[in-house]
């Protein structure tokens, strides 16, 4: 403001003052007051001012509230940002309301017209002299517009971009979704040969005194190389109110469990497994609980030094014939292993169900309509 001033009392010492004003503004001069008003076109003028002096602009438009509150008082009074207004929205379905740039997308001085605002659009003084109102040709005015448009247009289809999702389990769900790697480890660790696989998002709400009902968003990610531990045996683990029994297959077999766990057993490298999962199906329980019984698991090795004896595995690649995987670090014992006469070994009721033939499909006893 203060260079606007001071160009204009050396245009005023010359004679000739142009000036372009939108709204109503008011400029006080020693010895004399002049009143400019314009709401729809531009006006010139010309004025002689005797030197010294000295000349403030003051903008005079007080008819609304909207004009006499800063931009920060306005949006806290929108946002809801003090104590009394967050209290009242606690509701399910409350949205939070985000501060928005509403200069986003305009150029001041712009228009349709093309005219050039000293000030605005266009520099006060150039080569010495105060700028006049001008105003641009057809062909660059239909060039800048064009770039208008074309800008809020970009900025209208990245609202819109959705995120294309590849490999999830379901079209409407997070769960399966492939990402990116992760990003380098503080050391220079990279990841390239790594995959990440999402587990599950939701979406979490905690009730507080002052800030009401906050969400909050919780994601279980799983990362994987596809180069981790194996089955050595039949495993069952339980975490909380969830149990799983994990079957070791021979090659090919594939993995028959719960989706969840097929996910991660491909990012560890498990190939062939069974797996049944009771009692409660909550994701982040399942994955404890599968993680849980592969870090108890023993290995070939370790049955051998602890039983003092050959461990074997039957193949069907092999036929009846047994292959020795592990070898006692020790002396092998010569006397084998005592069995109990009641083998202490639980079972499940559909496997004794489906070992009897008693194990029926649900719907032999339907009755189908010929077509």
Known sequence: MAAVVAA???ACARGALRAAWRGFASVPVKGGCSSYSSLAWAFQTRCSLSAPWTATVEQCRKSSFFNTLTADQLWKGVLAETGVGVKKGRGKKRKKKLRKNLNR????????SGFLWPGLNAPVLQTGKVQELAQRKKE???RIQTEIIQQRDTWERKKKIKI???GGWSGKCWGGIILDPPDPGPNGETYENFETRVIEVRNVFCMKA????KKSVRALVVVGNGKGAAVY???SAKFKRTKIRMKKQNKGYGLHCHRAIITI???IGIKDMYAKVTGSKNLINITRALFRGLTLQETHQQLANQKSLYVVEFREEQGPLPIVVALPEGTVREEPEP???VPNTKLEWREVKEAQGMLRSPWASVRRAAC
């Open 8 to 10: 204009a009392g050396r």
């Open 105 to 112: 997308g305009q150029e001041v001085g712009e228009g349709r």
């Open 140 to 142: 660059e005015r239909e």
């Open 164 to 166: 294309k999702r590849e």
């Open 210 to 213: 002052k800030e009401g009902r």
């Open 233 to 235: 045996h039949d495993i």
């Open 265 to 267: 057993c491909r990012l």
């Open 339 to 341: 069995e109990d006469e």
